[in-house]
């Protein structure tokens, strides 16, 4: 769908942005348990290589693509990173986008599979508990048993 156009169905897009290539690993092992993507996601990997215009200007192609009046989700790989110092001046004035750091393989599955379903406060909010649930030491809750006992 290209920018700008009409959809029946509303959908929140989400860029994708990480240091080298974690986020398009993530999108395409999300994509094996949830499905594939056929629109709306977007992933920019950056390097060392890349120099800070360059990534800036890759960031505010895709911004400008894939804005929707549905939402814009970033997922970034970490605070205080390239990604997410680039993305929060671009995006501090454009109405009903968030910028999710920590991404992991449970916030992508959530986001991918809600994405259509969810406005996007629900969507923020769906990713960010499933992105904590799936940050746990799951020996000591197995021995536990049940009920936490």
């Known amino acids: 769908m290209a920018y700008g156009s009409k959809s029946v169905e509303h959908m929140?897009?989400?860029?994708v942005i990480t240091h080298g290539e974690f986020g398009a690993y993530l999108i395409e092992a999300a994509e094996g348990i949830v499905g594939?993507?056929?629109?709306?996601?977007?992933?920019?990997?950056?390097?060392?290589?890349?120099?800070?215009?360059?990534?800036?200007?890759?960031?505010e192609t895709a911004s400008a693509e894939m804005r929707?009046?549905?939402?814009?989700?970033?997922?970034?790989?970490?605070?205080?990173?390239?990604?997410?110092?680039?993305?929060?001046?671009?995006?501090?004035?454009?109405?009903?986008?968030a910028v999710i750091c920590g991404v992991n393989i449970n916030m992508m599955t959530s986001a991918f599979a809600y994405r259509k379903n969810l406005d996007f406060d629900g969507l923020v909010s769906k990713i960010l508990a499933d992105g904590r649930k799936a940050i746990c030491e799951v020996k000591s809750m197995l021995l536990r048993g049940p009920a936490g006992k």
């Not at 929140?12 to 860029?15: A, E, K, T």
């Not at 992933?43 to 800036?56: A, C, D, F, P, T």
């Not at 110092?85 to 109405?95: F, H, Q, R, S």
């Open 36 to 59: 594939v993507q056929h629109e709306g996601v977007k992933n920019i990997s950056i390097s060392q290589r890349m120099s800070l215009e360059k990534i800036k200007n890759a960031i």
């Open 68 to 97: 929707s009046d549905d939402g814009l989700i970033f997922l970034i790989d970490m605070p205080g990173g390239t990604p997410m110092n680039v993305v929060l001046p671009l995006v501090k004035d454009i109405v009903k986008t």
């Open 12 to 15: 929140i897009n989400i860029i």
